[in-house]
């Protein structure tokens, strides 16, 4: 596990200020070990709790990851988590779809909440996971930017996706797609609803 370095990187101005602007640790997994070390919170104990400090609801546990002989188990308190909520998808962007639009499910512009969370997110230790998003052949250049504690949610995406060490990502890397996870805001948005948002840029697929 490494330092993130990303200055030879095409990144916009925002996803910049979030990996360059701060004082916190931004970690690079180099190795599949690397990842279930994150997951794991960095120790060696058999069970690792996955929470956050939620304003006005105090310390929610969104997880607890066991040790397993293949790597983890994670297992969801929240009995409605344990599965994909199948209407978790809305669009933020005026391209066409015919999914349900966030400011039609929401009522509200998702910009405040997309400056917010992106806010969240720079004043977190990160990890920072490059891949290949439809595996190396055909995919093209994604990135993941999660709080380091969501370790079994990088490891998870490696395990499905594959992700590129740091050696191999090439200079002039161009994320085409990056998914922000950022777990509080279901709390203090959502009402505990999952929810994905898509927000298509003009170079960029954000999720």
Known sequence: MIELNCKNWLLTTEVKEILENSKLERVQPETREDLIDLAFGRSNEPVFQVGYDIPGLGHINEASVTRCKN?????YPDIYMRRRDPDCMVVADKGETDKIRYHDRFGDNF??????????????????????????DLGYPALLIAPVNAGFFAAGLADLQGFI?????????CPKAIIYLAPPFRHTHFDGKQIVVHNRLDQMHEL
């Open 71 to 75: 790597g983890a188990s994670v297992n």
């Open 165 to 173: 060490k740091p050696e191999q990502v090439p200079d002039g890397f």
């Open 111 to 136: 910009d405040e909440l997309r400056n917010r969370s992106l806010s969240w997110l720079q004043n977190q230790p990160l990890i920072v996971l490059p891949f290949m998003a439809g595996g190396s």
